[in-house]
């Protein structure tokens, strides 16, 4: 059993929005205009942080198995494959405007949760901002829509992928084909999507343009709900053994019948406790048979499965884990971000897991002397070819140690004029602040061991 959850206090969100501008993780877009809403740029940090995420995904998905093949499809594409999907005539959410003095659009199936994030009863009346009046809901379609080729009219009209599952129905044939896959096996994709959502926000829980990473895992009918447990109980795993969520904040809410889609008959979600309440990390949903048989009623082909052993044929049912990066990203540092006092002043530290902090070891010259920092440059040069690194010779060295913590460094190496006597460095640990000295000679097995070190505390932190 784990912890219990604890409630994110609310103003993080406004912490971590300028810890992130301040030190180069995300960027509002376009900012020297004015902004554009739920659009956001990626820093220097933002970026490697979000390769790695990429990364861990990737290796848990694709690389450590035997039974799931990647695919790169196109963000624009026939748009009859949307008119099957059922995104053109379904795609929407309910949409109701204020009529008081805020004006606000609101999601209609929001409202109560937007009511308590702002201290009101769920089921008070009116807008949730100002308790203005609210228009009667319309169906608004989140689909992006715009023009392939030069003219611009009904026919050449296309859309932005609103999620990139489609892409791998649409090439479920291509791909057994090209493979001589048999069942069960996924097709994994990684890429941008976009939703003209009506109530974006909470920095980058909610975006227009996100990324997506979603595998479609085919199987056998009747087998679709073990399989549905599987993934689920291995993608909430993955939370917390490999990116070093804690579980405490994690829970598995399963769909009820009347939340369920139309087309599901199991989905669940993987939910983290963030500042402005539960919500969606992940889902996992039993998609059926729906998606490849609407493909193939619309488009009149084939995509039908050949079970030689059972000597029939059929379209295989579809279990699909799908999270955004925008969604782990802002759960990371949620789940990071921490405060203490050191020597009576206030240290803001990021528990960031070693394999996914932008930056894994700082080195840092006691002083700008040249003599000093010639043989640290010449140190972190050394060491960039096995751990992801960062030269900081700017400011003193205690600034640059906060700074390190802020952004999750789990290892700072200091070089300092008695390294010049004994060739030797000293290697502080973020969390614990403990330093030891090490000989430059040894510096990248210490280093190594320090980081598995760092591996173990993440996982008993995640694991309460
Ligand atoms: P909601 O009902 O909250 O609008 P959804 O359940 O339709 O979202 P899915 O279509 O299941 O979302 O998308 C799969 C995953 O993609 C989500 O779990 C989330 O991690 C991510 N995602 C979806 N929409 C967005 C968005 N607008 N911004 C960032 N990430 C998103």
């Keep these: 059993m784990s912890a219990p959850a604890i409630q994110p206090p609310a103003d993080l969100i406004d912490k971590l929005v300028s810890l992130c ?7 509002p877009s376009s900012e020297i205009y004015g902004g554009i809403g739920a659009l956001y740029d ?6 490697r942080l979000r390769a790695n995420i990429r990364k861990a995904w990737w290796k848990s998905m694709v690389e450590e198995r035997d039974d799931i093949e990647p695919i790169e499809t196109s963000i624009i594409m026939n748009s009859r494959v949307w008119e099957a999907s059922g995104h053109v005539s379904g795609f929407s959410d309910p949409l109701c405007d204020c009529t008081g003095t805020c004006r606000r659009r609101w999601r209609e199936d929001n409202l109560p949760g937007e009511r308590r994030a702002r201290g009101k009863p769920a089921d008070a009346s009116g807008c949730p901002e100002c308790g203005g009046v609210l228009t009667a809901p319309r169906q608004f379609n989140l689909m992006f829509k715009t023009f392939i080729g030069p003219v611009e009219d009904s026919a050449s009209q296309v859309y932005l992928r609103p999620e990139t599952a489609q892409g791998i129905f649409v090439n479920f044939s291509n791909v057994l084909n090209a493979t001589r896959r048999r069942l069960p096996f996924g097709i994994a994709q990684n890429g ?19 990324e997506q990473m979603e595998m479609e895992f085919f199987c056998e009918p009747g087998t679709d709900l073990d399989w549905h447990t599987y993934w689920c109980d291995a993608r909430l795993r993955w939370y917390v053994e490999s990116l070093g969520v804690r579980e405490s904040q994690l829970r598995l809410r399963v769909h009820d019948q009347k939340e369920l889609s139309h087309y599901s008959t199991a989905t669940s979600d993987i939910e983290y406790l963030y500042p402005f309440g539960w919500g969606e990390l992940e889902g996992v949903a039993d998609r059926t048979d729906f998606d490849l048989g609407v493909h193939a009623q619309h488009s009149g082909r084939d995509l039908s499965y050949f079970d030689t052993a059972g000597n029939r044929r059929f379209i ?3 279990i699909e884990p799908a999270v955004g990066v925008d969604r782990i990203f802002i759960t990371l540092l949620v789940d990071a971000y921490d405060e203490d006092v050191v020597r009576d002043e206030k240290r803001v530290v990021m528990h960031l897991h070693p394999d996914l902090a932008p930056v894994q070891v700082a080195v840092l010259p006691l002083s700008k002397k040249a003599i000093l920092c010639e043989p640290a440059r010449r140190i972190e040069r050394d060491l960039r070819r096995h751990f992801a690194t960062e030269y900081d010779e700017t400011q003193s060295i205690g600034k640059r140690y906060r700074r390190q913590d802020e952004i999750g460094t789990p290892l700072a190496i200091t070089f300092d004029f008695d390294s010049l006597e004994d060739n030797a460095v000293t290697i502080r640990e973020r969390d614990a602040m403990t330093q030891v000295r090490v000989p430059v000679a040894n510096l990248q097995t210490a280093l190594a061991d320090q980081l598995d070190d760092c591996r173990k505390r993440a996982a008993a932190r995640a694991s309460g």
């Design 42 to 47: 990626f820093g220097p940090l933002g970026v």
């Design 316 to 318: 295989p049912y579809v």
């Design 192 to 210: 941008r999507s976009f939703r003209n959502e009506i109530s974006p926000g909470n920095f980058v829980f909610r975006l227009r343009e996100f």
């Design 21 to 27: 501008k301040q030190r180069g993780f995300v960027f």
